[in-house]
């Protein structure tokens, strides 16, 4: 078990020293830091259920947490393009009336 837990410190270290190295980029190296951060959430989610202690009260909680944030990050991935999709559609409206009004 403890050889487990000092795999997934290992994991989760060299996750966060990527990520760290990943965050002097620009947009299309943020898009890498956001699969990594991803990626090194799915891994801990896995080794703890891996370890079988999901059925614990604490670990359980830190599954809950995880599962959330994942959820987050897929949202603030998300949302912004949706908002901008959104943005783009009223303006080409907005412009078409403008058009149909100067004729």
């Known amino acids: 078990m403890l050889g487990a837990l000092a795999l ?9 020293l990527l990520t760290l190295l990943l965050l002097g980029g ?24 891996a370890l079988r202690v ?4 604490l670990l359980g909680t830190a599954l809950v947490l995880i599962l959330i944030i994942l959820l987050l990050i897929f949202l603030a991935a998300l949302l912004p ?5 959104t943005l783009r559609v ?9 058009r149909e009004g100067e004729r």
């Open 8 to 16: 997934l410190r290992l994991l989760l270290s060299g996750a966060l």
């Open 26 to 49: 620009a947009l299309l190296r943020s898009l890498l830091l956001l699969t990594t951060s991803i990626s090194a959430l799915l891994l801990l989610l896995i080794a703890l259920l």
């Open 54 to 57: 999901a059925a614990s009260f």
């Open 81 to 85: 393009a949706t908002a901008a999709a």
């Open 90 to 98: 009223a303006d080409a409206v907005s412009a078409d009336k403008h």
